[in-house]
């Protein structure tokens, strides 16, 4: 039910929904009348609403939910290093619960698993394929819209919520990280639903929305740890301030939020520190087995100050993850990620507080601008200036937030735009977006160069009518609102569609066209040569170098096998070609592998066992190149071991295991410097026969870790008979040359 708790005196309820006011109140049914049938009431939504309004929110999701889906299982397994963990979940209940990258419960994934359950589930019902993984985050994409247009509907009406809908469908880091298999789309979605949940708290000051708010944002935690808790402090402080209720209660209700936050993501923790460290899996990313050192070092603290201990950057903030400060959403390694429309979101939120500025303290419609809009400045101001690990799709937080702002904003201007300065604003705003898109766009000229002018053109003609929206017929202002909207939405648009046309896989990946995004940092920077891919000048060690949009030619694959058996020949992913595509059959203009150049945007591996051949680096930000002749060497037998092989660092293993679907265990976890195993309990593993192959290479330096993965790798590799299967190089763990 739309509610207009906080309209002045002779103000009509619904001024700002576009449109004119519903004509009566909703009506309950009478004692022994039936109510409306479920699916009449599905399709024509509250009564309250125009009659288009649910047809055209079902209409924005069935859109959405196409367009994500669209050719999916191009990105195969995406980040190889969740779906290790999901293959492994799908197969034992202890490494589903504490979220392991290997059914032998080796070592964890450096997160809590909350984000693998979804996808653990689909993969248990479904088997193991890119759809049962990805198709989950699509539908919390999805889910994303849908409680975005909720919240900005309640109070701001139909068209603002849908104005809010599709810029968040269509922002590109959105539609990247909805397709993808990291966190974050999860995390976006618990937050959108807090925001959501403290509006409708401020509402009437019920106690159980703020509680709801509260879970919410303790099981987002269990999904990105510490991140979760970048917007509390604007969500506690809006409801302290605005809700109608006494202030002794409203503590006492932000206390029970507390609770239930801490309950909610606390039992997990609670249980993982309790349990005997010598039954459960190393906690990965730690460097003394404990999730809470996780939480407040590496994933913690550690992204705010670049002292993260075992990091790829090894810690002491080095710098290496780009550029901080007030303007980095701006700049080349992130504008066309998210900041499309952040300048108009900016000015329509300081417009929709100076327009609510003297209402009445319990304004709802105040309260949503501090939520959604103090939200999207707190963790835009800690994106700024976090000196640590730091990628361009960590951005998709912002989008429900921005576009949240942007409906409410327009929805509001629209309604006071026959006074001066809402009109002027509203037109402002249009140019903000016009102006940055044509920069935006820009910055990548060779890609479709006439649609920056179309852009600007049009954001400038639908200022001009903005500007006298309220003094001209309602049908062009209309026309002018409706060119603003087109003219805003073109640049992300075209970039999101791009996003769509091609996979991605990797540890990092960036949406929108080649040249999109370029990571500065050390000897890198914007526009520097071939950018800076990952935070490593031109590439990944033994990479060839790629431009910032990680597409690029890297030949050299080996023939393998997809997820489905069927053997493939392409350029770097095992068998050559994704899962679910054919081999030797790419779009127009690419390669057998499906991609532009051949490569797969964000990996470019080189021969096999990742990039730099042997594993190397490749075995940090991306997986290996699995071929035939490994795959038979590591199923033989397989049953009779606990692991299959072992290697360092994490992507490695998970490519093999994704390969043979037994586990692999992965020495000193995602960057090899956990001290898991040591080297006593990996000879123990040894000399019990739960291990069969060591892998050569992988993590950071192809083994030349310092700490307990190179002291494994120097010890295997004196000890034991090395063997070959295609390029890659193998130790038989069972077939010593010494007494070791």
Same mark, same amino acid.
């Given at each position: 039910? *739309?509610?207009?708790?906080?309209?002045?005196?002779?103000?009509?309820?619904?001024?700002?929904?576009?449109?004119?006011?519903?004509?009566?109140?909703?009506?309950?049914? %009478?004692?022994?009348?039936?109510?409306?049938?479920?699916?009449?009431?599905?399709?024509?939504?509250?009564?309250?609403?125009?009659?288009?309004?649910?047809?055209?929110?079902?209409?924005?999701?069935? *859109? *959405?939910?196409?367009?994500?889906?669209?050719?999916?299982?191009?990105?195969?397994?995406?980040?190889?290093?969740?779906?290790?963990?999901?293959?492994?979940?799908?197969?034992?209940?202890?490494?589903?619960?504490?979220?392991?990258?290997?059914?032998?419960?080796?070592?964890?994934?450096?997160?809590?698993?909350?984000?693998?359950?979804?996808?653990?589930?689909?993969?248990?019902?479904?088997?193991?394929?890119?759809?049962?993984?990805?198709?989950?985050?699509?539908?919390?994409?999805?889910?994303?819209?849908?409680?975005?247009?909720?919240?900005?509907?309640?109070?701001?009406?139909?068209?603002?919520?849908?104005?809010?809908?599709?810029?968040?469908?269509?922002?590109?880091?959105?539609?990247?990280?909805?397709?993808?298999?990291?966190?974050?789309?999860?995390?976006?979605?618990?937050?959108?639903?807090?925001?959501?949940?403290?509006?409708?708290?401020?509402?009437?000051?019920?106690?159980?929305?703020?509680?709801?708010?509260?879970?919410?944002?303790?099981?987002?935690?269990?999904?990105?740890?510490?991140?979760?808790?970048?917007?509390?402090?604007?969500?506690?402080?809006?409801?302290?301030?605005?809700?109608?209720?006494?202030?002794?209660?409203?503590?006492?209700?932000?206390?029970?939020?507390?609770?239930?936050?801490?309950?909610?993501?606390?039992?997990?923790?609670?249980?993982?520190?309790?349990?005997?460290?010598?039954?459960?899996?190393?906690?990965?990313?730690?460097?003394?087995?404990?999730?809470? %050192?996780?939480?407040?070092?590496?994933?913690?603290?550690?992204?705010?100050?670049?002292?993260?201990?075992?990091?790829?950057?090894?810690?002491?903030?080095?710098?290496?993850?780009?550029?901080?400060?007030?303007?980095?959403? &701006?700049?080349?390694?992130?504008?066309?990620?998210?900041?499309?429309?952040?300048?108009?979101?900016?000015?329509?939120?300081?417009?929709?507080?100076?327009?609510?500025?003297?209402?009445?303290?319990?304004?709802?419609?105040?309260?949503?601008?501090?939520?959604?809009?103090?939200?999207?400045?707190?963790?835009?101001?800690?994106?700024?200036?976090?000196?640590?690990?730091? =990628?361009?799709?960590?951005?998709?937080?912002?989008?429900?937030?921005?576009?949240?702002?942007?409906?409410?904003?327009?929805?509001?201007?629209?309604?006071?735009?026959?006074?001066?300065?809402?009109?002027?604003?509203?037109?402002?705003?249009?140019?903000?977006?016009?102006?940055?898109?044509?920069?935006?766009?820009?910055?990548?000229?060779?890609?479709?160069?006439?649609?920056?002018?179309?852009?600007?053109?049009?954001?400038?003609?639908?200022?001009?009518?903005?500007?006298?929206?309220?003094?001209?017929?309602?049908?062009?202002?209309?026309?002018?609102?409706?060119?603003?909207?087109?003219?805003?939405?073109?640049?992300?648009?075209?970039?999101?569609?791009?996003?769509?046309?091609?996979? =991605?896989?990797?540890?990092?990946?960036?949406?929108?066209?080649?040249?999109?995004?370029?990571?500065?940092?050390?000897?890198?920077?914007?526009?520097?040569?071939?950018?800076?891919?990952?935070?490593?000048?031109?590439?990944?060690?033994?990479?060839?170098?790629?431009?910032?949009?990680?597409?690029?030619?890297?030949?050299?694959?080996?023939?393998?096998?997809?997820?489905?058996?069927?053997?493939?020949?392409?350029?770097? &992913?095992?068998?050559?070609?994704?899962?679910?595509?054919?081999?030797?059959?790419?779009?127009?203009?690419?390669?057998?592998?499906?991609?532009?150049?051949?490569?797969?945007?964000?990996?470019?591996?080189?021969?096999?066992?990742?990039?730099?051949?042997?594993?190397?680096?490749?075995?940090?930000?991306?997986?290996?190149?699995?071929?035939?002749?490994?795959?038979?060497?590591?199923?033989?037998?397989?049953?009779?071991?606990?692991?299959?092989?072992?290697?360092?660092?994490?992507?490695?293993?998970?490519?093999?295991?994704?390969?043979?679907?037994?586990?692999?265990?992965?020495?000193?976890?995602?960057?090899?410097?956990?001290?898991?195993?040591?080297?006593?309990?990996?000879?123990?593993?040894?000399?019990?026969?739960?291990? =069969?192959? &060591?892998?050569?290479?992988?993590?950071?330096?192809?083994?030349?870790?310092?700490?307990?993965?190179?002291?494994?790798?120097?010890?295997?590799?004196?000890?034991?008979?090395?063997?070959?299967?295609?390029?890659? *190089?193998?130790?038989?763990?069972?077939?010593?040359?010494?007494?070791?």
């Amino acid at each position: 039910m *739309t509610t207009h708790y906080d309209q002045p005196a002779g103000e009509q309820a619904g001024a700002t929904a576009w449109g004119p006011p519903p004509a009566a109140p909703p009506r309950a049914p %009478e004692a022994g009348e039936p109510g409306r049938p479920f699916a009449r009431r599905l399709w024509r939504g509250r009564p309250e609403d125009p009659r288009w309004a649910r047809p055209a929110f079902l209409g924005l999701l069935a *859109t *959405t939910l196409l367009l994500y889906l669209y050719d999916l299982s191009a990105s195969g397994y995406a980040n190889s290093f969740y779906s290790a963990a999901v293959q492994a979940g799908s197969r034992s209940w202890k490494a589903f619960f504490f979220g392991s990258l290997d059914a032998g419960n080796a070592i964890t994934v450096d997160k809590p698993p909350a984000s693998l359950w979804p996808m653990e589930l689909s993969v248990r019902v479904f088997g193991l394929h890119s759809w049962a993984i990805l198709a989950p985050e699509v539908l919390m994409g999805v889910a994303t819209v849908a409680v975005v247009y909720g919240g900005v509907r309640r109070r701001f009406g139909p068209v603002s919520g849908l104005i809010a809908g599709a810029v968040l469908a269509l922002t590109p880091v959105a539609a990247l990280m909805f397709r993808f298999n990291n966190p974050d789309a999860m995390l976006a979605l618990l937050m959108a639903v807090a925001c959501y949940l403290v509006v409708r708290a401020v509402e009437d000051g019920r106690t159980k929305w703020l509680v709801w708010a509260g879970a919410a944002i303790g099981f987002a935690f269990l999904a990105k740890t510490l991140q979760a808790f970048l917007i509390l402090p604007p969500l506690a402080l809006v409801y302290a301030v605005c809700a109608p209720v006494p202030l002794k209660r409203r503590f006492g209700q932000l206390a029970a939020a507390t609770l239930a936050l801490v309950v909610s993501g606390g039992w997990w923790v609670a249980v993982v520190e309790l349990w005997p460290a010598s039954s459960r899996p190393y906690v990965g990313g730690s460097q003394n087995n404990s999730f809470l %050192e996780l939480t407040f070092g590496y994933n913690g603290l550690g992204r705010l100050n670049g002292e993260e201990t075992g990091s790829v950057g090894g810690g002491g903030g080095t710098g290496m993850w780009g550029e901080t400060g007030w303007d980095r959403m &701006f700049g080349s390694e992130v504008g066309g990620q998210i900041s499309w429309l952040l300048p108009a979101a900016l000015i329509l939120l300081a417009a929709g507080l100076v327009a609510t500025g003297k209402r009445r303290r319990t304004s709802v419609t105040r309260a949503s601008f501090l939520v959604w809009g103090g939200s999207l400045l707190m963790t835009t101001a800690v994106f700024s200036y976090m000196a640590g690990i730091f =990628h361009q799709y960590y951005t998709v937080a912002l989008a429900p937030y921005l576009a949240a702002v942007t409906g409410m904003g327009a929805g509001l201007l629209w309604g006071k735009r026959r006074e001066t300065w809402a009109s002027i604003t509203l037109a402002a705003s249009v140019v903000a977006a016009a102006a940055w898109g044509y920069v935006l766009l820009d910055r990548t000229s060779d890609y479709l160069p006439w649609l920056k002018w179309l852009v600007l053109v049009g954001g400038l003609a639908a200022a001009l009518g903005l500007i006298f929206a309220g003094r001209i017929p309602r049908r062009l202002a209309l026309g002018a609102a409706a060119v603003g909207l087109v003219a805003a939405l073109a640049g992300p648009t075209a970039y999101t569609l791009s996003t769509l046309q091609q996979g =991605h896989s990797g540890s990092i990946v960036t949406a929108g066209p080649a040249g999109a995004s370029t990571m500065g940092g050390r000897g890198g920077g914007p526009g520097g040569g071939g950018g800076m891919r990952g935070g490593f000048p031109g590439g990944m060690p033994g990479q060839n170098q790629q431009n910032g949009n990680g597409n690029g030619n890297t030949n050299g694959g080996t023939q393998g096998q997809n997820p489905q058996g069927q053997s493939q020949q392409g350029n770097g &992913f095992p068998g050559g070609g994704m899962p679910g595509q054919q081999g030797q059959q790419g779009r127009p203009g690419q390669n057998a592998n499906g991609f532009p150049g051949g490569g797969v945007p964000g990996a470019g591996r080189t021969g096999e066992g990742g990039m730099g051949g042997g594993g190397g680096a490749g075995g940090l930000l991306n997986g290996a190149s699995v071929s035939a002749a490994a795959k038979k060497l590591l199923e033989t037998n397989a049953s009779d071991y606990t692991w299959v092989a072992a290697s360092v660092g994490s992507q490695n293993a998970a490519s093999y295991q994704l390969a043979t679907g037994d586990p692999v265990m992965a020495i000193g976890g995602f960057n090899g410097t956990d001290p898991s195993p040591t080297l006593a309990q990996f000879k123990k593993y040894v000399a019990d026969g739960r291990i =069969h192959y &060591f892998i050569a290479g992988g993590g950071m330096g192809g083994g030349g870790n310092s700490g307990t993965s190179s002291q494994i790798s120097s010890w295997v590799q004196s000890n034991f008979k090395k063997v070959t299967a295609g390029s890659a *190089t193998f130790y038989d763990l069972t077939r010593a040359t010494t007494s070791g």
